[in-house]
Structure formats: structure tokens, C-alpha cells
């Protein structure tokens, strides 16, 4: 199978990107978009479970009503979409269940032959303590992160990874907590306005590669 990505293309695409700071408002095509989502959706997760939610938001009046619980920072209004994952806060026996339903529809097996998965999945899950799920559906969420901004930098569309946020209040606007998921990390995607970033012809800064990795 030939790659749909040549490691020149990727890598190209790579330092091509940086976390864009101001967006000119254009709209992203809708299939790129999907195709991030996508990306997103195939994103590899401890255990394959996808223990998160994601919410894309293009909607004006409610990014303007998100803008001031992500710090008044441009790009959550400036920007084509954010999209906000937000993790599971709990993992339940009846979420352990539908993923064996979804492996055994999606492959043609039966629930009874993936007992053992099952039981070690959950015999694993439920003993940890609220806070380690909450860590553990976390680290999930940047995995998918990263996949979408290379699936976005594939495509030249601008994206930014975007931490500083009150995170209670996101969960509040968009009603999170009754759906038992919390804001974990914000994407936004569009086109960089070159002339009023200051980073959109700064030099990406990154250690030399035998400063930042050792064969041992």
C-alpha cells in the first residue's frame, strides 16, 4: 500500500505549521473539516475506547460568549472553528459494554468471545481513582490533538493547540457537566493573517535533534 502521505510531504507540512496567533475569519471547506474529524475518529486510544467527546463550534455568538473564558484570546472568534474535546469524567461498566458491542458489530464476532478483553478492560478501569481516569482520558484527548493539527497542516490549514482556558467555565457554557465530560484541551482552525501575526514568518524554534534524542 503506498502511503497517502510521502515522509517529504509530512515532514514539509510539519515545519510548515506553528501555533497560528491570528486568523483572517475564512472559512475552512467543509471537507477538510471533515477530514480532520476524520483523522480525528481514527486516532489511536488506550484500549481503543475514545474516552472523549468532541464539540466543533463555528457558531459566532457562542464562541463570542467562550471568548472570555479562553483568556479574550483572537483566535477562538477569529478563527474558521475551534474544537473543544472533552473528556470522559467516569468510565462505566455500561461504556465498557457498548465498546464490546461496537468491536463485536464492527468485526462480526460475538460479545461472549471478547469476555477476556472485557474483563481485563474493566478489571482495569474501575479500580482507578476518579483523578487517574480523569489523567488517563486526558492523554487520549492530545493524542487525537496531535493527529487533527497534522491532518490540518496536511492540508494548509492553520491550527492552534489552546490550554490557557477556565476550564469550569467552558464546561459551563457548553453544559459539559451533565453530560459527564469535562473541557480538556481547545483546537482552532483557519487560515493565518500573516500581517498581523508576528510568528507567521518567525523561524520555528526546535532543538537540534542529537539534543533532544538519544539512542541507548
Known sequence: MTPATQP?????????RYATKRY????????SLNDILESIRLTPTSLGIQPFHVFVIANKEL?????PALNNQPQCTESSHIIVFATWK???EIKVDDYMALIAETRGVTVESLAGFRSMAWGYLSKQSPENIEVWA???TYIALGTAMVSAASQQIDATPMEGFS???????????KYDLHASV???LGYRDSNIDPLASANKVRRP????????
Open 138 to 140: 486526558s492523554k487520549q
Open 209 to 216: 535533534i542529537h539534543k533532544l534524542i538519544d539512542f541507548i
Open 90 to 92: 467516569s468510565v462505566t
Open 63 to 67: 464562541r463570542d460568549q467562550l471568548k
Open 24 to 31: 483572517n475569519g475564512e472559512s475552512i471547506p467543509e471537507s
Open 167 to 177: 476550564a469550569p467555565a467552558v464546561n459551563e457554557i457548553l453544559e459539559l457537566d
Open 186 to 188: 481547545i483546537l482552532a
Open 8 to 16: 517529504d510531504q509530512l515532514l514539509n507540512a510539519l515545519n510548515w
